[in-house]
């Protein structure tokens, strides 16, 4: 069985190497089984700055009077991570919102709700989270093993009550912000899925703005023109689909029975590998040099985009999506992984880029659930399921320069619009 929360795509290969002929799932019509109207889609695909809702992104069209919300002390540098905050609140005090009647517009109804369920998934998620780090910490140090040094950081960040009080605050603006929190009615799954996916794509994208002792990841970069893309991203490319203002880049070689790559397929990945990495790279030194971006922020905009368009972008899908409650069987899988890259323009930030991550799987007949094995440990029974089930993410990340950060351009990674589907239709139903 393959697990529902791997990201990446399969990737056998094998004897001829040929060029996908696949249709890039971003030129593809809208699935059946996805919930945005199909001339919604029409019009994305023709205006970069519209949502999946088929408004415009980061509009005023619904702007309202909000609630208050009481804040904790913030400093002048967005999401800097390490600036002290007075007092050891608790972190249940830091989300208290004070429901003060005020004058209302359309959609705060559904911004009101919203807001109220944030709160309890807020505590949820972070409790989990620190409680996570605790475990994990006590782990180590019962086997008397030296955790490395990004574990650390991790478990800092995670078991501070003053960072945790940022982070809620954070995710509490968030959903105060968001174009479909503030305008429709949202599950307690759907703002899990929401509030913990802007979490981390915003801590990934902080994390360089760290020194290097003090980061919770150890990604490594490298390019042609630049060192700023991410090795993984550059590794997995021949795996996944990628549009880069347009112009598409997939390579599919065909499964061999040892498994093994062969030297003329290896050279075919190479080259996909340089002109795909060149085109990226060009793309954003050009974005970077519109914007007027320093050497240094420039580096650290295409470590911040190329970041979330490797495995850690899927990995940030997962955590906190429906689909992660599935193992799905490997037999008849279809697992495609695609990422479109462009630019769009809003009145209050200018140009900014537009990345689209999404993650289909479908073929499938084959399935276990999570929780089931949880409740009954070595049981493994899989169950069927109808070829029409399926599990789909998708989500849409915005990317512009922020503050300076010592000297250097911030960069700011805000999640536009999400959908997180896991349909699994069992046999004989």
Request: charged share 25%; proline share 5%.
């Amino acid at each position: 069985m393959q697990p529902a929360a791997r990201g990446g795509g399969a990737g056998g290969v094998g004897a001829t190497p040929r060029t996908s002929t696949r249709t890039s799932l971003f030129s593809m019509p809208r699935f059946d089984f996805c919930l945005t109207p199909r001339e919604h889609v029409n019009a994305v695909r023709s205006n970069p700055t519209l949502g999946l809702c088929g408004v415009p992104l980061c509009s005023g069209i619904h702007q309202e009077s909000e609630l208050s919300i009481v804040r904790i002390p913030r400093c002048d540098i967005p999401r800097c991570g390490q600036c002290a905050v007075s007092g050891d609140l608790d972190l249940a005090d830091s989300l208290e919102l004070s429901l003060v009647p005020e004058p209302m517009a359309v959609g705060s109804t559904a911004l009101q709700k919203n807001l109220q369920t944030a709160k309890v998934v807020v505590r949820e998620v972070f409790a989990e989270l620190e409680a996570r780090c605790v475990e994990e910490k006590n782990q180590y140090e019962e086997s008397s093993t030296v955790p490395p040094r990004h574990k650390l950081n991790l478990w800092g960040t995670y078991t501070s009550k003053a960072r945790l009080q940022r982070f809620a605050a954070d995710s509490i603006e968030f959903v105060k912000q968001n174009a479909e929190c503030r305008t429709r009615l949202l599950t307690t799954a759907q703002l899990r899925f929401l509030i913990l996916l802007q979490h981390f794509i915003a801590e990934d994208t902080s994390d360089f703005y760290r020194p290097e002792t003090q980061r919770k990841h150890q990604d490594s970069f490298e390019g042609i023109l630049t060192d700023g893309v991410n090795s993984q991203l550059v590794k997995d490319a021949h795996r996944s689909e990628f549009s880069v203002e347009g112009q598409s880049f997939s390579l599919e070689l065909p499964q061999d029975l040892d498994g093994e790559l062969h030297e003329e397929q290896r050279q075919t990945i190479e080259k996909f590998q340089t002109e795909f990495v060149m085109a990226l790279e060009t793309y954003l030194l050009a974005y970077c040099n519109r914007r007027g971006l320093s050497p240094l922020g420039t580096r650290r905009m295409a470590q911040a985009v190329t970041t979330q368009m490797s495995q850690a972008g899927l990995a940030n899908l997962d955590r906190g999506s429906q689909a992660t409650r599935y193992f799905v069987g490997s037999h008849g899988l279809d697992q495609r992984t695609a990422y479109n890259l462009s630019t769009m323009q809003t009145p209050e930030h200018g140009e900014c880029l537009k990345l689209s991550i999404l993650c289909m799987k479908t073929g499938f007949c084959q399935y276990l659930e999570k929780d089931e094995l949880l409740r009954m440990p070595g049981v493994d029974c899989p169950k069927r399921c109808k070829p029409a089930s399926y599990l789909y993410q998708y989500a849409t990340l915005r990317f512009m320069p922020g503050p300076p950060i010592d000297n250097c351009e911030s960069t700011i990674c805000t999640l536009l619009d999400a959908l997180d589907e896991a349909h699994i239709d069992p046999a004989g139903s």
